[in-house]
């Protein structure tokens, strides 16, 4: 840590000295850079918000009368001589990337980000919002929340194949197909995403304020019907259902009579959650880049100090330094709340996959090291435990 760093840890959230103000802080502060609307990144009690402009809908969605102030992505403004401009993070909708520039040096805070793969392809895109633009800096404040190398995301065409099947094999069987995915991304990634001929789609109640928003802001979200709302209940019998997770197992999923269920999170690709989840499929669909994404964007940078937050932050460090770049992390708090939150009986799970990953990082190669880590699903449980 030195002096012209521009970006601290305090206990209030991330701070710039220069410019006298906190990036996703987690405590009540005078004056808040919001990167997204995820719960824990942008909490109550500020006294003012500043974020990028397509972010104002969900922002008032969720936290409704607040102080706002927004920018369009590429636009600068100067506070207390500190150049502050947002960039697209391809998370959620209005995520950004916050670059700030001061006295001749360039940092970037990432939040949240999206980006797949080792190589560019529009088509792993998030259609949902606009897509991760590389920002160069001198130093870049990196996610890491599926910083190991088990996590690679499947082509979106191939994974979306997949949903449409089971959901079109359910319909054919004449029951409903529950899928849960956190309500503010998740979801409409999934509403996206679908092939809408199959037959009805409907959602939980605290889905569609978000899809408002999003279509208000030129999304092109189906419309859905709440499923409280539907009388004749005959039509769940060939319907795609959207639900957070805290609808799954609740007594509002009686209305479904006969269903199928499954989980869509990138958490879904350790050996063992879908079984822990307790549904009868997993599909692994995240809205955070994958090992790959994240290496492909760092390297994009060009940043020779890289700065670690939530998510496996010592294999990424360890990582890292190996690679040459000046490494190290924050200490956060963010969880993943609303956003791919790891639930707590996965636990156990990713414990395990992270110390297998930190045990083969010391002697072998990245690619040597996906091998052993990943494995089918549901193998035999081994001494990495389940
Ligand atoms: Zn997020
Ligand atoms: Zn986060």
Not at 34 to 46: E, L
Request: hydrophobic share 40%; proline share 6%; aromatic share 10%.
């Amino acid at each position: 840590m030195s002096d012209s760093d521009l970006v601290v840890q305090r206990k209030e959230g991330l701070y710039c000295p220069p410019g006298d103000f906190y990036i996703d802080p987690w405590r009540p502060v005078d004056r808040a850079v919001i990167t997204h609307a995820h719960g824990d990144h942008s909490r109550r009690g500020n006294s003012h918000y500043l974020a990028a402009a397509p972010a104002e809908g969900v922002l008032r969605t969720r936290l409704g009368e607040i102080d706002l102030q927004t920018l369009p992505y590429g636009e600068t403004i100067d506070h207390f001589g500190v150049r502050l401009s947002f960039h697209p993070a391809g998370h959620v909708l209005g995520s950004a990337q916050v670059r700030l520039e001061h006295g001749g040096r360039v940092w970037v805070a990432s939040g949240d980000y999206y980006v797949a793969g080792s190589s560019a392809d529009t088509r792993e895109d998030n259609p949902t919002c606009a897509p991760f633009e590389p920002v160069r800096c001198h130093c870049f404040i990196t996610e890491s929340t599926f910083g190991l190398p088990i996590y690679r995301w499947q082509p979106q065409a191939e994974l979306f194949a997949a949903i449409d099947d089971w959901w079109r094999a359910n319909a054919d069987a004449g029951r409903a197909s529950l899928l849960i995915g956190y309500a503010f991304g998740k979801a409409q990634r999934i509403l996206m995403g679908v092939d809408r001929s199959i037959g009805p789609i409907v959602v939980h109640g605290a889905v569609e304020p978000l899809n408002r928003a999003y279509r208000a802001a030129g999304i092109d979200i189906p419309e859905t019907p709440i499923a409280t709302e539907i009388k004749d209940r005959s039509i769940f019998r060939r319907a795609l259902v959207v639900a957070p997770p805290s609808a799954q197992g609740s007594t509002w999923t009686r209305r479904f009579g006969d269903y199928s269920d499954a989980f869509a999170s990138g958490w879904m690709q350790l050996r063992g959650a879908r079984r822990r989840r307790s549904v009868d499929r997993g599909f692994v669909l995240s809205d955070h880049a994958d090992w790959p994404g994240l290496q492909r964007a760092i390297a994009a940078t060009g940043a020779e100090r890289v700065i670690v937050t939530h998510g496996y932050e010592a294999v990424m460090v360890r990582w890292l330094t190996e690679q040459g770049f000046d490494a190290g992390a924050f200490a956060t708090e963010y969880g993943h709340d609303d956003d791919d939150e790891l639930p707590g009986d996965l636990g156990a799970a990713v414990a395990a996959a992270e110390h297998a990953a930190t045990r083969v990082a010391e002697s072998v190669s990245d690619a040597e090291a996906a091998r052993v880590v990943v494995r089918p699903e549901d193998a035999p449980v081994d001494d990495a435990g389940a």
